[in-house]
């Protein structure tokens, strides 16, 4: 049972425009909902969250929307440079779990080209 | 402090062998998870510690799994009788206090193979 998906495997986008990554959950019992990206033979690295409160949170390059409505999610990144070719997973935080326990979608495969 | 340090970073092994793995974390940081990911799919939780106490275990985690965390510091993941199935990349991480929204820490990842 995917509680968090992101339907699409990989993307290709064109230096210096927008690269939009997508994301869907299932339940709304999510209190955070946060991005990470994965570079080759490295660990996922924090990249930027989300309260379910809000619908927007913006760092630098980076935007993540939020749609509660919809129970959808995505990350912008403007301009898209070469160095943001990664996989990217969407993540969300269970309300419920006092632990810190993360629920992963599957990756997406950001390809940048010059 | 350089991070999350995880070792073996690859370990390849016979089908029926024991293995275990070790994550140390960032020093100060009182949390410690262990993800497993898988070709194609997200990291899926196993376990989490807070200090030297397992508090959290998912499903995931077969009899065969075991973590411990002795003294809150250092932590090691065994996985015994290994399977094919088993063979994933097994990622540790750690912060301090809850992490909400603020992720956490990942280390590199040990790469199990069974063979």
């Known amino acids: 049972d995917q509680q968090v998906k992101q339907n699409s495997p990989s993307l290709s986008v064109q230096e210096g425009r927008i690269s939009i990554l997508n994301c869907d959950y299932t339940?709304?019992?999510?209190?955070?909902f946060l991005w990470y990206k994965k570079y080759p033979a490295e660990g996922p690295t924090f990249l930027i969250s989300?309260?379910?409160?809000?619908d927007k949170n913006e760092d630098g390059r980076f935007t993540v929307f939020l749609n509660k409505s919809a129970k959808h999610l995505s990350l912008h990144i403007v301009p898209s440079q070469p160095g943001d070719s990664a996989v990217y997973f969407c993540a969300a935080s269970p309300i419920y779990n006092q632990g810190g326990k993360l629920i992963f979608g599957q990756g997406t495969e950001l390809s940048v080209k010059p | 402090d350089t991070g999350v340090s995880q070792n073996p970073r690859h370990k390849i092994t016979k089908r029926g062998q024991n293995v275990t793995f070790r994550c140390d974390p960032i020093s100060e940081h009182n949390r410690l998870y262990w993800y497993r990911q898988t070709l194609g799919q997200g990291p899926e939780f196993l376990t989490y510690f807070q200090n030297e106490a397992q508090l959290e275990k998912s499903r995931l985690l077969s009899d065969r799994f075991s973590a411990e965390r002795p003294k809150g510091s250092f932590s090691t993941l065994e996985i015994q009788r290994t399977e094919q199935g088993d063979s994933a990349m097994y990622l540790c991480?750690?912060?301090?206090?809850?992490?909400?929204?603020?992720?956490?820490?990942f280390g590199s990842g040990t790469r199990l193979t069974v063979v």
């Open positions: 339940n709304s019992m999510f209190d955070y």
């Open positions: 989300i309260s379910s409160i809000k």
């Open positions: 991480a750690s912060s301090l206090g809850s992490p909400r929204g603020l992720g956490y820490t």
